[in-house]
């Protein structure tokens, strides 16, 4: 039973355009949203995060937008650049510290 | 200052052989964290551990064993190792919770068991 679902395995825009990647779930407990970025060889890193208590936050080039009711949120990246190219995950968290991970997306950002 | 290590980078094991995964963190973390990923599955967390001398099963935990005698470090042992334990191993480590701080991550253990 997958909690966390992200259905777009990839993901290809031209470079300056915007990204949109989504992610669902089916939890009402969820109430920490985290998004993850992931190069080949590498651990995810932290890249943007939204407690369930505002619809959206935005850092630099990324906004993440939670839609409670919907049980969706979505990460925009704009401009999308060519070093953007990764494998996003989506997480949530129930505040218990253990994060439940969706499959990820794999975006392509072409020159 | 390191963050998350994890050794080794690669392994190969035959079928029931045993090996043990080290993660180490320099961050002071209490919570640490070790995942498996398989393609299209995403991250699936294996054991956790929220402080020296403790450890907890996650979603997959059969077929492992983990220890947290160090703060800093967290083992994650395979017995008898099984071929559907090939995957790539991740560690992370935390502050107590989610909102305190988001889980760094190591650069992960690929371990292919024939």
């Known amino acids: 039973d997958q909690q966390v679902k992200q259905n777009s395995p990839s993901l290809s825009v031209q470079e300056g355009r915007i990204s949109i990647l989504n992610c669902d779930y089916t939890?009402?407990?969820?109430?920490?949203f985290l998004w993850y970025k992931k190069y080949p060889a590498e651990g995810p890193t932290f890249l943007i995060s939204?407690?369930?208590?505002?619809d959206k936050n935005e850092d630099g080039r990324f906004t993440v937008f939670l839609n409670k009711s919907a049980k969706h949120l979505s990460l925009h990246i704009v401009p999308s650049q060519p070093g953007d190219s990764a494998v996003y995950f989506c997480?949530?968290?129930?505040?218990?510290?253990?994060?439940?991970f969706g499959q990820g997306t794999t975006l392509q950002v072409k020159p | 200052n390191a963050g998350v290590t994890q050794t080794p980078k690669f392994r190969v094991l035959k079928t029931g052989q045993s090996m043990t995964l080290l993660c180490a963190q320099d961050?002071?973390?209490?919570?640490m964290y070790w995942y498996r990923q398989d393609p299209g599955m995403g991250l699936r967390l294996i054991h956790y551990?929220?402080?020296?001398?403790?450890?907890a099963k996650g979603e997959v935990p059969d077929g492992y064993n983990v220890s947290r005698l160090k703060k800093q470090n967290f083992l994650l042992g395979l017995e008898s190792a099984a071929p559907s334990q090939t995957s790539v191993y991740f560690c992370?480590?935390?502050?107590?919770?989610?909102?305190?701080?988001?889980?760094?991550f190591g650069d992960g253990t690929r371990l292919s068991i024939l």
């Open positions: 992370a480590s935390s502050f107590r919770t989610v909102l305190d701080q988001p889980q760094h």
């Open positions: 939890n009402s407990m969820f109430d920490y």
């Open positions: 939204i407690s369930s208590i505002k």
């Open positions: 997480a949530a968290s129930a505040n218990t510290g253990k994060l439940i």
């Open positions: 961050m002071n973390h209490e919570y």
């Open positions: 551990s929220v402080g020296e001398g403790t450890t």
